[in-house]
Structure formats: structure tokens, C-alpha cells
């Protein structure tokens, strides 16, 4: 089913020609001013439902990434689309309504909020599938290590940032975190040799 262009809600044919669906709903595509004016003052006020918002934003994301856009498998209600300027999973948050990561959202509602200057690192080292942002593979970290540390000490090793996000799960909560980042790299370089 494939809604019409124009963001009236109305169902579109099968072009019998191509066999796909029509962009637009017969005589959609070349109303004049003045009855796409009648048209928008009959609309004005009126509620589309849940449903239709849903199929509406699908189109146009798809349109825009190739992608449709989809609900949240971990909150409910929470329609999410892919972004391919981020890369990532992106949501509209309710309480501010401003667009942030997927994977920032699903922290805050299911592990708890976010210190200050943290960030939020997927554990497997990949963000671009949705089973990425499931709430086991997130991490708050601080800004610092999330985009310049774990990366640089990932590339200077020749490994998966995922390797290096391990040994600093495993060392975070005994070592200072001014002393950390030597630690993992003797670490690494232990594992290197051996």
C-alpha cells in the first residue's frame, strides 16, 4: 500500500502499465493552486491516525535513505528511522522534541541516565543495525574516550575497537580512570606478544 504524495492519506492505484504503485492519487499530481488551497482548508484540524502518521513518515524516509522507517523493538511506540548522514538509528524524543540517537534514547529508559560529558559506545563496535542498540551492547563512557581513546588505541594494535571496549569493561572499575589508558595498553601489548 502506498499513500499518496500529496500527504493527503489517500490510497494509491497499481499503475496497470508498470505494475508498481502510482505516486499519486488520481488528479492529485496537477491540482491547481487554488484547489490544493480547498483542499489543505477541508484537512486543517484533522487528526491522522497512528497509522497513517506511521506510513507517511515510511515513505519519505524511504525516499531520503532507502530504508523505512520502523518502531522501536525495545520501546514501545517509539517510531525510529535510519539516518545515513549519522549512520545510526534515530528517534524523536518526546520530553524535548528534538532528534537524537536511537541508542541514547533506549539507555536513558531502560539502564538510567547519562552522567554529564558521557557518551554513549555500542560494546560490539557496530551501530548500523537495529539488534546494534539493544540495551546489553550500550555503554556510557566518557566523550573523550567514546570518539578519540578506544579508536586510536583500536587502530595502533590493528584490531576491533570491540577487543579494546573489552579489556576496558574489565578494568574500569579497578583502576583510576587517569591510569586506565596506559593499563589497557599493556594489556594489548601483552596479548600482541603472546
Avoid at 10 to 21: A, H, L, Q, V
Avoid at 53 to 81: D, F, H, M, Q, W
Wanted: hydrophobic content about 30%; proline content about 5%; some cysteine.
Amino acid at each position: 500500500m502506498v499513500l499518496c504524495a500529496c500527504n493527503c492519506g489517500g490510497e494509491t492505484k497499481i499503475d496497470k502499465r508498470s505494475g508498481k504503485p502510482s505516486k499519486w492519487v488520481k488528479g492529485h499530481s496537477n491540482l491547481s493552486e487554488e484547489s490544493r488551497k480547498r483542499l489543505s482548508e477541508a484537512r486543517k484540524g484533522r487528526k491522522l491516525s497512528d497509522e497513517t502518521k506511521l506510513k507517511l513518515s515510511e515513505i519519505n524516509n524511504k525516499r531520503r535513505t532507502g530504508r523505512a522507517t520502523i518502531c522501536s523493538p525495545y520501546i514501545p511506540n517509539l517510531v525510529i528511522r535510519f539516518s545515513s548522514r549519522h549512520h545510526r538509528w534515530v528517534c524523536r524524543d518526546s520530553i524535548t522534541n528534538k532528534q537524537t540517537t536511537h541508542a541514547r534514547t533506549v539507555y536513558i529508559r531502560l539502564v538510567g541516565p547519562i552522567p554529564e560529558n558521557y557518551h554513549i559506545h555500542h560494546i560490539s563496535g557496530r551501530c548500523t543495525e537495529i539488534e546494534d542498540d539493544r540495551p546489553e551492547n550500550l555503554l556510557a563512557i566518557p566523550r573523550h574516550w567514546n570518539s578519540t581513546i578506544l579508536p586510536r588505541l583500536a587502530k595502533k594494535f590493528g584490531i576491533h575497537e570491540s577487543e579494546v571496549t573489552k579489556i576496558y569493561i574489565e578494568l574500569k572499575d579497578s583502576i583510576p580512570l587517569d591510569e586506565l589508558r596506559e593499563a589497557i595498553r599493556k594489556r594489548l601489548t601483552f596479548n600482541a606478544e603472546n
